[in-house]
């Protein structure tokens, strides 16, 4: 396994689910690691089981929140873009502040959270940008056009920075995660959840692990000669 001890990673959304897994996989990569989320007691919760972590308190909505967050976290080498919330609904009937709550989370915070680590990694010659995508990101997905929007934006973020800055070794990566057993996921029905078993070729969901173990890769010193990809964590649902 690649030895990351010299490496500080910050991760976002990692009070829980696949971002909280990302985080320890990171960590038993040798990472020291920097738990972020809205949730401070949880984040705390969850760092005291992790080696080497600590965490801060985060808003991705607010970026006078996300620029204190990452100036209390000193230099960050990897960054892994996570948080993500869903308002699903039909596109007519959507409210606007349906749309907009979305789009901030998952694509803008992820956007400023790049902001703020970029001089350093411009600086140190080497960076991993990870942003967590999804599968519906690459498919679209009925009821979710806000959610999707910003999933599919993600990509086109993640394919622009990374011929930005590849000439400073710093690589941009996607992982597309498919259907993963998390709290997002818990919610919905059981007859929904065979449907989407029937279109899984792995025939299993996806844990949270399986997540974390493309991340921590993509992360990797072996990773250098990848970026601008979308890597697929689907059970083959997409391919
Ligand atoms: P989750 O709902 O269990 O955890 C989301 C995390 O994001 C939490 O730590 C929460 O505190 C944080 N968060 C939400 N809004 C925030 C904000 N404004 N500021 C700071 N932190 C905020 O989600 P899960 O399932 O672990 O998903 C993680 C990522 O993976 C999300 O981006 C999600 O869209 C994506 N994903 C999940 C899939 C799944 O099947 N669970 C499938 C494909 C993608």
């Known amino acids: 396994m690649t030895n990351m001890t010299n490496r500080t990673a910050f991760v976002t959304g990692a009070s829980r689910g696949i971002g909280r897994a990302c985080a320890q996989a990171l960590s038993d990569a040798g990472a020291r690691v920097i738990l972020a989320a809205r949730d401070a007691k949880k984040l705390e919760e969850a760092a005291m089981q992790i080696p080497r972590a600590t965490c801060v308190a985060i808003d991705l909505t607010s970026p006078e929140s996300i620029k204190e967050a990452f100036s209390k976290a000193g230099k960050v080498d990897i960054l892994v873009n996570n948080a993500g919330i869903t308002k699903d609904g039909l596109a007519m009937r959507m409210k606007k502040e349906d749309w907009d709550a979305v789009l901030a989370t998952n694509l803008t915070g992820a956007f400023l959270a790049i902001q703020q680590v970029l001089p350093s990694m411009l600086k140190e010659r080497w960076g991993r940008i990870i942003n967590i995508s999804s599968i519906v990101g690459e498919t679209g997905n009925p009821g979710q056009s806000n959610y999707v929007a910003s999933k599919a934006g993600l990509i086109g973020l993640t394919k622009s920075l990374a011929q930005e800055i590849a000439s400073r070794t710093i690589t941009v990566n996607a992982v597309a995660p498919g259907f993963i ?15 989407l078993l029937a279109h899984i070729p792995l025939k299993r969901f996806g844990k949270v692990e399986d997540v974390a173990a493309a991340v921590r890769f993509l992360a990797s010193e072996e990773a250098g000669y ?13 391919m």
Do not use: C
């Open 226 to 238: 990848i970026t601008g990809h979308v890597l697929d964590v689907n059970g083959g649902m997409y």
């Open 181 to 195: 057993e998390t709290d997002m996921t818990a919610v919905l029905s059981d007859d929904v959840k065979n449907t």
